[in-house]
């Protein structure tokens, strides 16, 4: 799956019942033959974490105003805290509870995407007549 500027392209995969050679075939002509069944619903990886929930946090208007506020009172001419920016003793702890809050929320994502990708799924071979227990 494939996102750009908040459109999503679904691939799709093609597959005939019963019929085993045209599913490959079909398979083969779209390329997606390595297509996997692999749920991920995690938001962040190791190395995107800070900046990721960074850019999320500031998406919200308040956090935009808090900092906006705090660079204001660096400017000596308007400032009126003598260009000490006290409004970071609140956003700062603020931002840090709430990127607490993300990342553990995220590991719980990671845990039941882990449970559900080693779960057990009924495989159906119709070329056999039967079916099998495979992992997912």
Not at 24 to 42: Q, S
Request: charged residues 25%; aromatic residues 8%.
């Amino acid at each position: 799956m494939a996102q750009q500027a908040g459109k999503v392209e679904v691939e799709l995969r093609t597959l005939v019942v019963g019929d085993v050679d045209a599913t490959k075939a079909n398979l083969k002509a779209e390329n997606n033959a390595t297509m996997d069944n692999t749920v991920v619903t995690a938001l962040y990886k190791w190395y995107n974490f800070v900046p990721l929930n960074l850019w999320k946090q500031f998406q919200r208007r308040q956090n935009c105003y808090f900092l906006l506020i705090s660079i204001m009172q660096m400017i000596e001419e308007i400032s009126i805290t003598n260009r000490q920016p006290t409004v970071l003793i609140s956003l700062i702890p603020l931002l840090c509870v709430t990127a607490i809050m993300d990342f553990q929320e995220d590991q719980n994502r990671k845990r039941a995407d882990r449970a559900e990708n080693e779960s057990i799924a009924h495989k159906v071979d119709p070329v056999a007549g039967g079916g099998s227990d495979v992992k997912w």
